[in-house]
């Protein structure tokens, strides 16, 4: 069978906006957006020698002097004050432009409108050919799925991985969904949610608008970097001590220290070739104690199959609903899932897009 392979474009031509940037540099360039993938369209262009004239945002957001030194203007008054059209490429910088970029383009205002798909340095980057040699996995996953949405889903990302291009997610993504409460996950009473690698709180927040904290067990958050574990403790510090468990440690498939690099991004790594270290253990190890794990969540991109082979004991005896962010992943997009079948076969696995954004692709596994 290649249904899987049948929606693969044959023949990508891939879009190599950077290429256009170098090429391009003494055009004027604005950004629109003004949040975390802003910060990092902002480093790819001063990477490469350009700098962006203005960042733009739209009614309704708060108004910063400046973002990263770049003076910040309200889109519509930007649009309306300028007096020569198609002066400026606009640089899209916010998930949901993804989806806005036709109605940008259509309008005509800006020389070129640019969407990059793969903004962030750490998101791994395939071709067709890595495509073609794992054909196997691939269409046993996709065959596996458990609806065509997420069927669809995948071979969007994909397409739009190994071309570049964020069209082919743009096009089947509908609206933006809530990560905790969509049509295939939603919280249920008396949660116990374990988030691995819970940054300064931002996800387990979220899920709480979703579960509100006195409908829930216990919240816990495992992170292994100083700076961001204060963070966690301070932006949780309203939700009951009884409800909470945070701790510093970072996760993997067995107990050991690891080479860290959090100086990059947002998004720590592990890197051998770092004077950091942090500690990790297993989950099984860490929540041996936690007898009623319900949700596990995991947004982080590192060593994400580690991670979970070292929760495999409590994913058979807890079964717990399964959240894993895919969109920054190669092997183990399909290495995962098949992993999560192969140890528990009863969970039904989905594929969900956040947003228009290809690295907003969520994996969702349900008993």
Do not use: W
């Amino acid at each position: 069978m290649h249904e899987f392979m049948n929606k693969i474009v044959v023949k990508p031509k891939v879009i190599n906006p950077y290429k256009f940037i170098e090429e391009n540099r003494t055009d004027k360039y604005v950004l629109y957006g003004i949040g975390n993938l802003a910060e990092a369209v902002n480093k790819q262009f001063l990477d490469r020698g350009v700098k962006f004239e203005l960042a733009l945002v739209d009614d309704g957001y708060y108004i910063k002097e400046n973002f990263m030194g770049i003076p910040v203007q309200k889109f519509e008054e930007f649009t309306s004050n300028i007096k020569s059209q198609k002066k400026y490429n606009l640089v899209i910088g916010y998930a949901a432009g993804y989806r806005k970029m036709q109605v940008l383009i259509n309008e005509g205002f800006f020389r070129n409108v640019i969407c990059i798909a793969r903004p962030f340095e750490h998101h791994k980057t395939f071709d067709r050919k890595f495509v073609k040699k794992h054909e196997k996995q691939f269409e046993v996953l996709y065959q596996l799925l458990e609806d065509n949405e997420s069927r669809e889903n995948l071979c969007a990302f994909v397409n739009s991985r190994i071309t570049e291009n964020p069209q082919y997610v743009v096009d089947i993504s509908k609206k933006d969904i809530d990560e905790f409460c969509n049509d295939v996950y939603e919280p249920t009473y008396n949660e116990t949610f374990l988030d691995i690698g819970a940054y300064q709180g931002g996800s387990i927040q979220r899920f709480l608008k979703a579960a509100p904290a006195d409908s829930i067990n216990k919240v816990i958050g495992l992170e292994p970097e100083d700076n961001n574990f204060n963070k966690l403790c301070i932006n949780l510090s309203y939700i009951d001590e009884k409800k909470k468990r945070l701790e510093k440690i970072g996760c993997y498939d067995k107990k050991t220290r690891l080479g860290f690099n959090n100086s990059a991004d947002k998004c720590c790594r592990i890197d051998d070739n770092f004077s950091s270290f942090i500690d990790v253990d297993t989950i099984d190890n860490i929540c041996i104690d936690e007898k009623s794990i319900s949700t596990i969540y995991i947004g982080i991109s590192a060593a994400v199959l580690e991670i979970i082979k070292g929760s495999k004991n409590t994913i058979i005896a807890n079964k717990p609903r399964l959240i894993v962010n895919l969109g920054t992943m190669k092997e183990e997009l399909f290495l995962i899932p098949l992993y999560i079948k192969e140890i528990e076969p009863s969970y039904k696995l989905y594929f969900r897009f956040q947003s228009s954004m290809p690295s907003r692709l969520f994996l969702y596994a349900v008993p």
